[in-house]
């Protein structure tokens, strides 16, 4: 069995810290320009600073994306933007674009180079290919069953690691490579500003007959065609530690504080109990699947890791997710009085019943005593999003226990 990382999405600097408290070994993320997702809130060139040195002191290591496929106009810039990021030192690069790669190599030959997904990874001979351009990690394609993984693994220099997606949303295009986005919107999912359209619902218009919509139907499920579920492999972890991958990867580079911390907290709970004993692991699988379902999510798959997925693996009839729980903020900063800071993120009250998530997994129920504002004053509830407060609650959290509300 090969060492195994858990390499876990984060949007913020905030949802950064939260990652590395919850389990990460690893945690990637986007500068503000040449990433996958450009509406994620990114970081800048301090927090990415910042980020790094968090995670390196906690032993965590920081992997940037700049995972565009590039445009001519793009060159230029790529090239000053890994001039900064020699400077910076995050621990590796993710990129799918060859030209991107060589000018990584180029200019900061001393960081890792991880070729992404985007790239279409899907043989032992792709991998060998850029190991032999120096490629430290390649990221495996979506649809590589793991059959298919164990003969990549079998067939590619044993310090040539590989990284696989175990969670999260699946983009139905080839690895991900959708020119949807761009036919409907002008947007380029391939530059980071892809609109989701594969959550849309399609109807067919007759070139003779405009305005008259005929409905698509696929088995009278309704008309997502294009929408997966989410992959979840929460189950079959053993599958994943026998399978000779190195990197275990959530998606979610635009999820919540909330959402990073319950999947973080959940696999690193259930890797470590499978190594530790299958036993172990299997006695408390009821107790992950609960857990990993207590975010959002558009129920779950396996996705192609048993081979082709069905009908089974997409919803037809709507693009709703599952939300077992509402994010309300971190604590910070908590006082000997029990008071502490949360800048909270959805709506509670005074005497309301919430739950307080800790990075051990203890999930524990508390009633809120008191809310008050910057100014001292006393509120009965907290109405506006983003504002900085002060609580005290039944009992006192520690600094980056999550607050959540049980939704019914």
Not at 283 to 294: G, V
């Amino acid at each position: 069995m090969r060492e195994t990382e858990l390499l876990v999405p984060a949007s913020s600097l905030e949802v950064l810290k939260v990652a590395v408290i919850y389990g990460a070994d690893a945690v990637y993320i986007g500068g503000e320009v040449y990433g996958l997702r450009a509406k994620a809130k990114n970081f800048s060139k301090e927090d990415m600073i910042e980020g790094i040195r968090f995670a390196h002191e906690h032993g965590v290591k920081v992997y940037v994306t700049a995972n565009i496929l590039a445009h001519n106009g793009d060159l230029e810039g790529v090239k000053e933007y890994f001039k900064e990021l020699k400077e910076i030192k995050p621990d590796a690069l993710i990129i799918a674009d060859p030209a991107v790669f060589m000018l990584a190599k180029e200019i900061c030959p001393e960081i890792e180079r991880h070729v992404s997904t985007q790239a279409n990874n899907t043989n032992y001979g792709t991998y060998k290919f850029w190991y032999e351009l120096g490629a430290k990690r390649v990221v495996s394609a979506r649809e590589l069953s793991l059959e298919e993984i164990k003969e990549i693994r079998a067939n590619i220099p044993d310090d040539l690691e590989i990284e696989t997606f175990i969670h999260g949303a699946m983009c139905i295009s080839y690895s991900g490579r959708c020119l949807l986005s761009n036919y409907f919107t002008g947007r380029d999912a391939n530059q980071g500003a892809c609109t989701h359209p594969c959550r849309w619902k399609y109807s067919v218009v007759e070139e003779q007959r405009p305005g008259e919509y005929l409905p698509v139907y696929e088995n009278e499920r309704g008309t997502y065609i294009f929408n997966s579920k989410d992959l979840c492999m929460i189950e079959h972890i053993p599958d994943l530690l026998s399978s000779g991958i190195d990197s275990f990867k959530i998606e979610g580079r635009m999820k919540t504080a909330l959402y990073v911390a319950t999947v973080a907290r959940t696999y690193r709970k259930a890797i470590d109990d499978c190594k530790e004993s299958e036993e172990k692991y299997l006695a408390n699988l009821a107790w992950y699947k609960d857990q990993i379902s207590a975010c959002t999510y558009r129920q779950f798959t396996t996705g192609f890791f048993y081979g082709k997925p069905s009908e089974e693996s997409q919803i037809y009839d709507n693009n709703t997710y599952n939300i077992g729980y509402t994010y309300l903020g971190i604590a910070e900063n908590v006082t000997s009085d029990g008071f502490f800071e949360i800048e909270q993120r959805n709506k509670f009250s005074v005497g309301e019943t919430i739950e307080i998530m800790k990075p051990n997994g203890d999930n524990i129920e508390v009633k809120v005593l008191e809310i008050k504002n910057e100014a001292g004053e006393s509120m009965e509830s907290c109405p506006h999003p983003k504002q900085k407060l002060f609580i005290k609650l039944s009992i006192a959290p520690t600094d980056f226990d999550i607050l959540r509300r049980k939704e019914a």
